[in-house]
């Protein structure tokens, strides 16, 4: 059984004011391929706010990686890819198992904003979606 079926999911504090069925659980920790071979995510994306989507980067708005910038990691964890890329703030790589496959499709999301905590703040379907959840994000930190 996954830790995040037995750790209970948040129902207050720092989530997202939309609330779907995903905000407040424990994200997964997905194993990726990395620059030198298989990791976990965490290892790559660090250990602050991370933003991971099922969406490629040319698939976000241009604005995004920008944005994302300003809070912590844009992870794109594409089902298939088997490359590993990063830059600034994002990086793009592909997953060994499907366990954040699966969790998305159980989820119906393809983004993920999750906090320094492990929780997550919201889920999306969209690159739209998820550029308009961070910036009212972004907007509540100042």
């Not at 830790?3 to 997905?30: C, N």
């Not at 965490?42 to 980067?57: C, E, F, N």
């Not at 793009?92 to 906090?115: I, K, N, P, S």
């Amino acid at each position: 059984m996954p830790r995040q079926d037995i750790i209970p999911s948040l129902s207050g504090g720092l989530l997202d004011s939309e609330a779907r069925s995903a905000t407040g659980v424990l994200f997964p920790q997905p194993r990726v391929h990395g620059p030198a071979g298989p990791v976990l995510l965490d290892a790559l994306a660090g250990s602050g706010w991370r933003i991971v989507t099922s969406l490629r980067r040319e698939q976000l708005p241009p604005e995004l990686p920008e944005m994302a910038g300003a809070l912590g990691m844009l992870a794109c964890v594409v089902p298939g890819e088997q490359d590993f890329s990063s830059g600034p703030h994002y990086l793009q790589t592909g997953e060994l198992d499907g366990v954040l496959a699966a969790w998305f499709d159980h989820y119906r999301c393809r983004a993920a904003l999750v906090r320094p905590d492990h929780y997550v703040y919201g889920v999306v379907d969209s690159g739209e979606a998820l550029a308009a959840m961070l910036a009212g994000l972004l907007q509540r930190l100042k």
